[in-house]
Structure formats: C-alpha cells, structure tokens
C-alpha cells in the first residue's frame, strides 16, 4: 500500500521529496503540502515515513505482519540512535519494537565526496573504488586471467 | 516621515465611514470564508471524526489542568514562536511574517475607527504600522523568494506560480501598495496617490475574499492540529511509538 500524507500534520518542508529513491512524493500546487504523486510506483521503503519529522506520513503495512485494519508508525530518533515501531491492530492489540540504526555517532561517517578521485588506471581493475582499505582488509581475491597459472 | 497617520490621504477620496464600512466587509470575508473553506471541504468534519478517534483510543483521561497546561505549551511553542518548524530559516521567516502581519492589522483598525481623519494620532501608531509593513515584507520576500518548498525542494522557478502562491502573493502585493501608498501619498502625488490607493485596495480587497481558495486559513487551522497532537501524545491515543529519549526528539539534527 503506497505512502499518504496527512494533510493536516504536514508542513511542507521537502524532506520527503528529497528522501525519495522513486521521486515519486513531491509538492501539491493547491495547500503546498507533500503528496505521492505516482502511488502504483511507490516502493513501500518508507524512507519518507522515517524521515518526516512531523510524522505526517504513513503505509499500510504489509499484510504478513499486519492484517487489515491495523495502524504501523514509525519514529526515527538521531539523537540516541534508534528507530521504534509501534503496530495497533484493529482488537486494540499493541506491539512496540525499537532497534538500533548505528553504532557510531550521527554525522560522524566520512562521505564519499571528501575521498579523493580514484586513479583513472582503476577503470580496470575489478575493485570498485577506495577497495580494499574501506572494507579495511589487506587484499581481495580477483579473477585470474587465462594465462596465469592456477 | 512615517510618523503620520497613512490613512487620512485616503479621505481625500473617500470617507471615514466608507474607511470603515470596508474594514467591517472583509473581517466579514474572512469568517465567511474560513467557515466556508471548513465545511466545503469538509476539514471540520474529518477533524472531529478525528478526535472521536482518538478519544476513544486515549488510554488516561486527562484533567482541565493537564489541558491548560498543553494549551500554554501550545501557545508557546507552537504559536508564538513556531516550534513546528525543524528549519530554522522557515521558522524565523514565519514569525517575521506573523507578528508584521497581526501589527499591521491592529493598527490599521485602531486608526481607521479612532483616528480615521487625524494626521497625527499617537505616534506609536504609525511606526508600529511601519514596523509591522517592514516586518511582514522581509519575512515575505525571503519566504517567496528563497524558502517555497515548491522552489528549494520540488526544483520549480520562484516565478511560476501555482494556487498554493495565492496566499503570499496577495499578502506581499498589498503590504508591499501599502508602503508605496504612503510613500507616494507622504511626496504629495496625487495621480501616484490614486493609483496606489487603487492597488493597495484592490489587493487587499483580493486577499480576504480569496480565503475559500487561498492558504490564509491555515493560520486558524494549525494551532488546533497542534493542540489536538500534544493532546494525542498526553492522553496515550497518539498512533506513534513512544519515545526512547526521555524527552524525545522534536526535531531530528540533520534537518535543522
């Protein structure tokens, strides 16, 4: 069931337009409020669920989990590190998790753009860039030619 | 300079009951059209549905203290100074608007019905009427300019316009006629008077009687759903996970 945004909690900040891999949630013209604009293309990730800081947005659950009727939200929280869930099926029935999302503090992970540009050379190797030291082993094994003994 | 009742040119053309009468006709605009714009589009019927729902999901009832106390953190942080908003850019914009916009309103009331035909009615007046022009101008522009999520995050041009616009564009359109009003008015034009006299009514006539389709109402709108949500969140009806922070986490750090 693709996302929805309740109308009346949103703020229009566009953390969910940027957020989304299938540039599907953009901006309505008439309240200037998110919404899904292609719902049959919505990959249910829910990272716009996660990343709404007004908990404006929601998805049905997949029925596996949660039957009709149910209610699924999720709270993400940077600042300890977690990301809970809370299920309330349709008895009134409530089920509460809470995972870490990382060990290391927010922020605190070096992005790919302060890393230098590979040598133009490594368009031949079939490391990808930066391996093997960011995967922080020596060496990684590799296809042998057909000249090479075994 | 700017210390003179804005308004006494505009009796050269019209009288101070007319001055009046118009002000009376557009508070009428703007409770018909919020009333419309509520039960037209059925928003007071969805929030009811609403509150019915989450009454009957509350897990602790709360007492009248423990309500005066959510309608003060309301007012504080919700209202007064905007404590929804994680950017801080839209959160300043927004008071800057806010409090230009209620100063320009108070005053112009107090000199049209007290002083309508004084040139020189207290002088707290006129400046606090500058002030809120000024105020609600710069919070405007940089709001228009630079901060419509349309703009910053949906990729558009800020010139295209869409219906959302419709808002902003009326509210900066008759303040900014407003200013130039008195400007020309303050110069002694008296064709430049006319004309701007017409365009600051004109717009302003446009932004109150445009409620129905504009976004206006949402200032009305947003404090109740702020309420109706820390209420949610106190009573144990509230759908989302509790917290893991003692206090939780109103805004994540990276969207601010």
Redesign the interface.
């Known amino acids: 069931m693709p996302t929805f945004t309740y109308m009346?909690?949103c703020?229009?900040?566009?953390?969910c337009?940027?957020i989304c891999p299938s540039d599907i949630m953009?901006?309505?013209?008439?309240?200037?409020r998110s919404y899904n604009i292609e719902p049959n293309f919505c990959w249910e990730c829910y990272s716009c669920v996660k990343?709404c800081?007004?908990?404006a947005i929601d998805v049905r659950g997949y029925a596996d989990f949660a039957p009709l009727g149910h209610?699924v939200?999720?709270?993400?929280?940077?600042?300890?590190g977690?990301i809970?869930?809370?299920i309330?099926y349709r008895d009134g029935r409530e089920k509460?998790f809470?995972f870490p999302i990382r060990t290391t503090p927010?922020?605190s992970i070096k992005p790919p753009f302060e890393y230098a540009a590979p040598d133009a050379a490594a368009l031949n190797s079939p490391l990808l860039a930066h391996e093997p030291e960011m995967l922080k082993v020596d060496t990684l094994p590799t296809l042998r030619t057909a000249a090479e003994p075994a | 300079m700017f210390t003179t009742n804005p308004f006494t040119p505009l009796t050269d053309f019209v009288s101070a009951e007319v001055m009046q009468g118009y002000v009376v006709l557009m508070v009428l605009a703007v409770v018909i059209g919020t009333l419309f714009d509520l039960l037209h589009d059925k928003k007071l019927a969805f929030f009811l549905q609403e509150r019915q729902r989450t009454r009957a999901a509350a897990k602790q009832p709360l007492s009248g203290a423990d309500l005066a106390a959510i309608a003060t953190r309301t007012l504080v942080n919700d209202i007064a100074t905007f404590g929804e908003f994680c950017n801080q850019q839209r959160r300043i914009s927004h008071v800057l608007m806010f409090y230009g916009f209620v100063l320009y309103l108070v005053t112009t009331v107090v000199m049209v019905f007290v002083y309508p035909t004084d040139t020189h009615p207290p002088l707290v007046l006129p400046v606090l009427w500058n002030i809120g022009v000024l105020l609600t101008l710069v919070g405007g522009y940089w709001f228009f300019f630079l901060l419509r999520v349309n703009v910053t995050h949906d990729g558009h041009p800020p010139w295209r316009l869409v219906r959302a616009d419709l808002f902003i564009v009326t509210l900066l359109a008759s303040v900014t006629f407003a200013l130039l009003f008195e400007v020309v008015a303050m110069a002694g034009s008296s064709m430049a008077t006319k004309v701007f006299a017409g365009l600051y009514v004109f717009f302003t006539t446009l932004l109150f009687v445009s409620i129905p389709w504009s976004k206006f109402a949402h200032m009305f709108y947003k404090p109740v759903v702020a309420f109706q949500k820390r209420v949610e969140e106190a009573d144990g009806s509230s759908s989302l996970p509790t917290p893991t922070a003692p206090r939780g986490e109103r805004c994540p750090h990276s969207h601010t």
Request: aromatic share 8%.
């Open positions: 009346t909690r703020d229009g900040c566009g953390q337009v940027d953009h901006i309505d013209p008439v309240y200037r990343a800081p007004q908990h209610s939200r999720v709270l993400r929280e940077e600042a300890s977690t809970s869930w809370k309330r509460a809470s927010w922020g």
